[in-house]
């Protein structure tokens, strides 16, 4: 029972991270979003992964169904030197003790576009995929994948996202 509170508020917690984020991303966004084109896209943006937060529940370390809370962390780049105006936020669900978790996370677009993206994060730093289950604005009806690859400290993250988009028929 004790464990089913906690993660009620974790998920609590999430949600209040995640309306604060949305918000402060719409002030942060600066630059123009990417235009979407007909057929496949690729886009390759870098996060500085600043606005980390662990939430340790139930057993002390690393446990199931820990989370993890990030952003609004901006994304730069694939060069990482240009601050493209856009930032991802989400959180992740720790299935077991290495920190696989189910991830969820949204890319907000300087214009308020948006992609969502659904996915297992692996733990201890390995490059994982992630699914586009939806998009708003400039990327609605959008299809694809984010590959996740982090460096060695975790403090930066390569995500290339391959889009596709179908047209409307």
């Given at each position: 029972m004790h464990r089913t509170m906690a993660a009620v508020l974790a998920l609590g917690i999430a949600g209040?991270?995640?309306?604060?984020?949305?918000?402060?991303?719409?002030?942060?966004?600066?630059?123009?979003?990417?235009?979407?084109?007909?057929?496949?896209?690729?886009?390759?943006?870098?996060?500085?992964?600043?606005?980390?937060?662990?939430v340790d529940l139930g057993p002390k370390g690393v446990s199931p169904g820990d989370v993890m809370v990030w952003g609004p962390d901006a994304l730069y780049d694939a060069a990482n030197t240009t601050h493209t105006g856009a930032t991802t936020q989400g959180s992740c669900f720790a299935l077991n003790a290495d920190f696989d978790c189910v991830a969820q996370e949204t890319i907000l677009w300087p214009d308020g576009s948006t992609l969502e993206f659904q996915g297992i994060e692996l733990g201890g730093g390995v490059p994982s995929m992630r699914t586009i289950v939806g998009g708003s604005g400039s990327y609605l009806g959008?299809?694809?994948?984010?590959?996740?690859?982090?460096?060695?400290?975790?403090?930066?993250?390569?995500?290339?996202?391959?889009l596709e988009f179908r047209s409307a028929e």
């Open positions: 209040s991270v995640a309306i604060t984020a949305s918000s402060a991303a719409i002030t942060l966004a600066q630059s123009e979003t990417p235009a979407a084109t007909a057929g496949t896209q690729t886009i390759v943006l870098v996060e500085h992964a600043d606005a980390v937060t662990q959008a299809i694809g994948t984010m590959a996740a690859e982090p460096n060695a400290d975790l403090s930066l993250w390569t995500k290339t996202i391959t």
